[in-house]
């Protein structure tokens, strides 16, 4: 056994630490969830509530931190699954830390917490930085909006997606910082407004591949109906499957390895561009020879 040692941590020079929690026993049927920010009980979730349901001990079980709201009510911002659990086994009152804290401080509360003691998906994050007003997820909030995409906030499987529906929260994300507003947005523009407006093609490779491409020329990113009817004449769906699968049948090849999905379906979509683009056609009617990137046509002869 050893004391609590805090000889080399230095103390914060300032810390705003909040009034001091409350312990104590509420009632189940006194607690409610914010579905703004918490996630719903499903797959690993509800598996989660039956283990800790079976293997139940009040010795692995840490007090719920609760908020109050209107009503006599208490918020849940961390023990979802624990209280679900208890309930299941058939008591009435779990142990809870009441906390005084706004709306927007539980989703801060529940970001910090769930995004460092367990894995949470950026999905989630997302929700719960939206719900504390942190100024990067209301940038892509923004951005997702002007270009009719819907985050999700928790995975689900394509076959129950809807057109327009995407888990690439974090792609999205980075893209913003790396490629600007105006190219994420045609990006997602390229696949919202135009006959690829199906479930599963707005994947993470897809709109690295498309905000890529675009970023390079940024003639085509700027040619507004022009771009978005030349991609009502490429299947991405059919791209992306064909990346994919010659992703995996020639990962032995060493050219192979050298190149990713996404240069893969980078490859492609510039080469469909360069033949449908009016300002690619006029440039390649001007030249005596064709004078391909030898880097495009390797990555789109890899998968054909």
């Given at each position: 056994m050893r004391s609590i040692l805090t000889e080399g941590l230095k103390k914060p020079a300032k810390v705003s630490a909040?009034?001091?929690?409350?312990?104590?026993?509420?009632?189940?049927?006194?607690?409610?969830?914010?579905?703004?920010?918490?996630?719903p009980i499903v797959g690993k979730g509800r598996r989660n509530v039956i283990r800790i349901a079976e293997a139940f001990s009040w010795s692995c079980f840490s007090p719920v931190i609760v908020a109050p709201v209107e009503g006599g009510k208490f918020v849940i911002i961390d023990g979802q699954h624990r209280t679900t659990a208890a309930a299941v086994v058939?008591?009435?009152?779990?142990?809870?830390?009441?906390?005084?804290?706004?709306?927007?401080?539980?989703?801060?509360?529940?970001?910090?917490?769930?995004?460092?003691?367990?894995?949470?998906?950026?999905?989630?994050?997302?929700?719960?930085?939206?719900?504390?007003h942190e100024p990067w997820a209301i940038e892509v909030a923004d951005v997702c909006a002007r270009a009719d995409v819907e985050v999700l906030r928790y995975p689900v499987p394509v076959?129950?997606?809807s057109p327009g529906?995407?888990?690439?929260?974090?792609?999205i994300a980075r893209c913003l910082k790396s490629y600007g507003e105006a190219t994420l947005i045609t990006a997602l523009q390229c696949i919202t407004?135009?006959?690829?407006?199906?479930?599963g093609t707005l994947t993470a490779r897809m709109i690295r591949?498309?905000?890529?491409?675009?970023?390079?020329?940024?003639?085509?990113?700027?040619?507004?109906?022009?771009?978005?009817?030349?991609?009502?004449?490429?299947?991405?769906?059919?791209?992306?499957?064909?990346?994919?699968?010659?992703?995996?049948?020639?990962?032995?090849?060493?050219?192979?390895?050298?190149?990713?999905?996404?240069?893969?379906?980078?490859?492609?979509i510039q080469l469909e561009l360069s033949q449908l683009m009016p300002c690619a056609k006029?440039?390649?009617?001007?030249?005596?020879?064709?004078?391909?990137t030898p880097a495009a046509y390797k990555a789109v002869d890899l998968v054909r």
């Open positions: 909040g009034p001091v929690p409350m312990l104590q026993w509420l009632r189940i049927d006194d607690l409610v969830v914010d579905p703004t920010y918490q996630r058939g008591f009435e009152s779990v142990p809870c830390q009441i906390v005084i804290a706004a709306r927007e401080q539980q989703a801060v509360a529940f970001k910090a917490i769930n995004g460092i003691t367990v894995p949470i998906s950026p999905m989630a994050l997302h929700a719960a930085a939206i719900v504390a076959e129950r997606q529906q995407t888990m690439a929260v974090g792609a407004q135009t006959t690829n407006n199906k479930p591949a498309l905000c890529e491409v675009l970023d390079r020329r940024r003639d085509w990113r700027d040619s507004g109906l022009t771009l978005l009817e030349a991609f009502d004449a490429i299947d991405l769906a059919a791209i992306q499957t064909e990346a994919a699968m010659y992703k995996t049948t020639g990962s032995t090849q060493t050219d192979m390895t050298r190149t990713s999905q996404v240069e893969c379906i980078m490859g492609r006029a440039e390649a009617a001007t030249r005596t020879t064709p004078q391909p």
